[in-house]
C-alpha cells in the first residue's frame, strides 16, 4: 500500500489512487457504502510495508499486496461498480489493521444547464407557490406520451365543475355518488425520502387495497396523468393531518400545510363504480341515506414495506342476496378500485364483530334481504400510516375523495 512509487493500479471493477503526503502514504477509493469518498491512512510503521528493495520490486509488492487484501472486495451481486458495502469494509479493516478509514470532504462540482450554472450538491429547493402557478402554465405536459389519456368521453366538465366547487368551499361532504362514471382517488401526501419509498412499495405489494393510479412529481401537487387543472392542496372536499402517527386534525384545504418536498399518491377508490352499480340497478344505501360509507380495521394483515406495516382496512355495503351474483361481477372489473369483495357475509372471519360501530364513516342499516359486502379500502394507507408511526402525513378524510377526469372503468 505502499509507498509513492505506485502511481495508480487498477484491479478489475474498481480502481485506487495511491498517493504520498510527506511520511504518510494515502490510498484514496473512489467511494463507501455510503456513497463517499473515503481516505485509507497507512502508518509509516506498518509491519506489512513492502521491504527496502528496488523500485521494481516495490511496484510488484504493491500490485500483490492489493490483490491479495481486495480480491474479496469486489461488489455484491446488484451493487453499482467502484462502491464498498459496511462488511467489505469491516473485511478489509481486519485485513490491514493499521489502516484508518475516515470519510474525505468532497469538492463541490458545478455544471452548466442552458447557461446556468447548477451546484450538483447544493439540497434542492422547492419552488415558491407563485413559482409553482407560473410553472404549472409554462411547462404543463403535453399529455403526447404513448398511452396517455384523451379526456373526451366521458365528457370531463362534470369533475372539473365538481373540483371548483370544492376549492371554492362549496362542497365538504363525502364523495360517495358523485361524478358517477368517473375515477375517485384516495390521496396520501409524504415528503420525500424513504417512507416516501416505502409507501410506492407498500402499494406495489398490496394492490388490493392499495391499486396506484398515478404519483406526482416532488413537490408538485398537480396531478398531470389523471386531472391536468386540477391542485391536490385545495380539490379535495376534507383532508386528514397526521404526526407521528396520529391525526392532529381534519381541514379543507392543505395548502399551508403542504410540504416542499412533497410526493402525492393517488389510489383507486371504489366509490369509482358506483355509477356501474346504479346502472345495474343495485342500490347505494350510504348515498340514499346521507351517510358516508362504514369502513372498518380487520385482522388481515397487510404485507409489510420497509418501516410500514398494518392491517386491511374495509368498506361495507349493504347488497341485496339476490343481486351479489352481479354486484360481484361488476366489481371484479374495477381492480384500479379495489375489484371485487373480500368478504361476503361474514364479518367474523375478518374480525369485524360490531356492524354499528365502524372505525370510520357511519353505520347503515341493512334491509332484511340484504348482505353486508365487504370490500378492501383506501384508508387502508391511513392506518398504516398511524401504526407505523410515520412522522408527518397529508391523506383524504375517509370518505372524501379526489375526483379525477378519467373514466371509472379507464377502459374496462
Sequence with gaps: LLASFCSQITIPRRSYLLRSHSSRNTLL???????????FDLDDNNPMEAPKSSLNEKKVFGGELLRSVLTECQPQEGSPANTFTEHELQELQAALPNMNIRPRTMKKT?????GKILDILEPWKAPTDITRQSEASQEAPTLEW?????????DPALPRAFRQKVRDGYLTGPTNGACPGFLQCNVVILPQGQTAFDFLLFCQRNPKSCPLIDVCDVGSPHPWGVAPLADLRTDVPKYAIYRNGKLEQEVTDATSFWPENSVAFLIGCSFSYDGALMEAGIPLR????????????????????????????VSMKPIPALQISRHVEITSKYPHAHGGPVCIGRPDVIGVFDLERPDWGEAIDLGPDEVP???????TPQAVLMDSKVPFAITHAAGHMFVTDLPSNMGV
Design 373 to 379: 359486502v365487504f370490500h378492501a379500502c383506501g384508508v
Design 29 to 39: 477509493a473512489n467511494q463507501n457504502f455510503t456513497g463517499e469518498p473515503v481516505h
Design 146 to 154: 404513448h398511452g396517455a389519456p384523451e379526456f373526451k368521453s366521458p
Design 286 to 313: 350510504s348515498a340514499e341515506q346521507g351517510k358516508n360509507v362504514p369502513m372498518y380495521r380487520t385482522s388481515l394483515k397487510c404485507r409489510s414495506a420497509g418501516k410500514l406495516h398494518g392491517n386491511v382496512v
Design 110 to 114: 458545478a455544471v452548466e444547464d442552458g
